[in-house]
């Protein structure tokens, strides 16, 4: 079996599965993360990645890749294009995603209302996949605590695939990031990553701590690595 945060390729056995735990025909029984598969007893990676278990439960944490959107996902995107009755949204993905007018205006009315007065090109837009099927693009609702513009703060763009690493197992890594900063972050499933906070002093550091993470996503011993480096940087400002 293979170890914890260790680097696989595809067509990798990460484990061999004693009979009783074979998965029924047509799913998976412990197994239902993305990037594994069941073969003969055997569990494979399919992507780069690096492995990740816990609970009993092997997945792999793809190392590169684009993001492919999932219903419920909370994203950040940017207004790349306006219709009449819809903002079409750079999510990052294969898929331009739309968010409808009616989502953000209540009762709205092509003949009267103007999209552009409300979200225009080049706003970022903190929204939640409400739809997606890969029959058409995902709609996006801003509908719910939080989500709409965003009229402030700063917005790190990463690799998706570095997404998981940000946020750490159990939200490990983003909880050093917020109290280490003192920052409100808000992480995109996408890639994009937004942080308001207190200075620029710090909003450097953090952007410098997650750029940190993205490069070494693959190594072991990250998180006191950050931690070093925002005590160091940061200094007396922590806890002020």
Excluded at 38 to 49: A, E, H, T
Excluded at 88 to 113: C, M, Q, R, T
Excluded at 186 to 200: F, Q, R, T, Y
Aim: net charge neutral; glycine share 10%; charged share 25%.
């Amino acid at each position: 079996m293979v170890a914890d945060r260790q680097i696989v390729r595809p067509g990798d056995c990460l484990a061999l599965l004693e009979k009783e735990e074979a998965p029924p025909e047509g799913g998976f029984k412990y197994f239902p993360d993305r990037h594994v598969y069941i073969l003969n007893n055997k569990v494979y990676s399919d992507i780069v990645g690096l492995v990740s278990i816990e609970g009993g439960t092997i997945t792999v944490i793809p190392l590169e890749g684009v993001y492919f959107p999932r219903k419920d996902d909370i994203v950040i995107g940017v207004i790349s294009d306006v219709g009449v009755s819809q903002w079409i949204v750079d999510i990052k993905a294969p898929y331009k995603a739309i968010l409808p007018a009616s989502d953000v205006i209540e009762g709205f009315n092509p003949a009267v209302h103007n999209l552009r007065s409300y979200l225009d090109i080049g706003d970022y837009v903190l929204a939640k996949i409400a739809t997606f099927d890969r029959l058409r693009d995902p709609v996006l609702t801003t509908r719910g605590k939080g989500l709409g513009k965003i009229l402030e703060g700063f917005v790190i763009d990463i690799k998706p695939s570095k997404v998981a690493r940000v946020i750490g197992k159990r939200g490990s890594m983003l909880n050093v990031l917020t109290t280490m900063t003192r920052c409100e972050i808000v992480v995109g499933l996408n890639g994009l990553i937004w942080a308001k906070c207190p200075d620029e002093q710090t909003l450097n550091a953090l952007v410098r701590a997650v750029k940190l993470i993205e490069a070494k996503a693959h190594m072991k011993g990250l998180t006191e690595e950050v931690k070093l480096y925002l005590e160091t940087v940061l200094g007396g400002k922590r806890g002020q």
